[in-house]
């Protein structure tokens, strides 16, 4: 498997194999501005983003060394105080429950611990009880946007010096861009909990797409760099044949990046 994977790897970069992928540049447009559209729609349809509670703000009860994982259980002991209410229960460590509410007063607070210490069968040390404020996580939120605005801007710059042609820093950016949308509809398809650990793994994203984005970038400039003084090649098939002799350093790129993201998203 690894040989003939390893062949045709050797033989995309000889040109031995070759796929058009600049002759079919308009359907990749297409693809990706129906995916970023797609992207924006999803979340607006949906409501939103499933934000966490350090961003929405609100209550929360650790309870550990349950008796059962019953998110029932959890539920039920949450609306017998608030009925109505929605929370959102989960099996976090083996034999550990998080239950997540809207705010709590200080009675609603002792009256739902008191019944989870009844529903899990555990003493009331240990169910512990937190409290994120709006302020808080507004705060947070800002800071995330913050760093991805920042993120964007250093990476502007970086291709801007690395290449010094505008219209290839414009293309890495917009590519980036494009990536961006693309995992911010799929947090929201995918109904992921977007907490400060997801605001991680979405900018590990952006900077393996940055970094295969240099990688392609880096070898079309070397094949092109005397494309005018050659017959062989026009500046299309030399772009061509870059992307096709970077394609399995993309794929083992893509490949990589699943294995970090993955352990923090799940």
């Known amino acids: ?41 999803i979340p607006v349809a949906k409501g ?16 550990s060394n349950v ?13 017998d105080v608030v009925p109505g209410a929605i929370p959102r229960v989960a099996n976090v460590a083996g034999t550990t429950m998080r ?9 609603e607070t ?3 611990k008191a019944g989870l210490t009844s529903a899990y069968g555990v003493t009331d040390n240990e169910v512990t009880s937190t409290f994120v404020g709006p302020t808080w996580g507004a705060d947070v939120t800002k800071q995330a946007l913050i760093g991805l605005v920042v993120f964007v801007l250093l990476a502007a710059v970086l291709m801007a010096l690395y290449f010094r042609t505008w219209k290839m820093s414009l293309s890495a950016v917009s590519g980036m861009l494009v990536t961006m949308f693309i995992t911010a509809g799929v947090y929201a398809l995918s109904d992921f909990e977007v907490t400060p650990s997801a605001v991680i793994g979405f900018l590990t994203v952006l900077s393996y797409s940055l970094y295969d984005t240099v990688v392609v970038f880096d070898k079309i400039r070397e094949n092109t760099a005397e494309v005018s003084a050659s017959t062989r090649r026009t500046f299309a098939e030399e772009v061509n044949l870059a992307v096709n002799q970077t394609l399995v350093r993309s794929i083992n790129t893509m490949m990589v990046a699943i294995l970090p993201v993955g352990a923090i998203l799940f």
Not at 20 to 25: E, I, L, Q, R, Y
Not at 48 to 63: C, D, H, P
Not at 99 to 107: E, N, P, S, V
């Open 1 to 41: 498997m690894s040989s003939s994977f390893a062949n045709f790897g050797n033989e995309l970069y000889s040109g031995k194999r070759s796929y058009n992928f600049v002759g079919a540049k308009k359907v990749w447009f297409l693809i990706a501005a129906v995916a970023v559209a797609l992207s924006i729609l």
């Open 48 to 63: 939103g983003f499933n934000l966490g509670i350090e961003f929405r703000g609100g209550s929360e009860f650790t309870v």
């Open 67 to 79: 008796k059962t994982t019953d998110a029932g259980a959890g539920e039920q002991a949450v609306q």
């Open 99 to 107: 239950i997540q509410t809207d705010k709590l007063t200080d009675d």
């Open 110 to 112: 002792l009256k739902i």
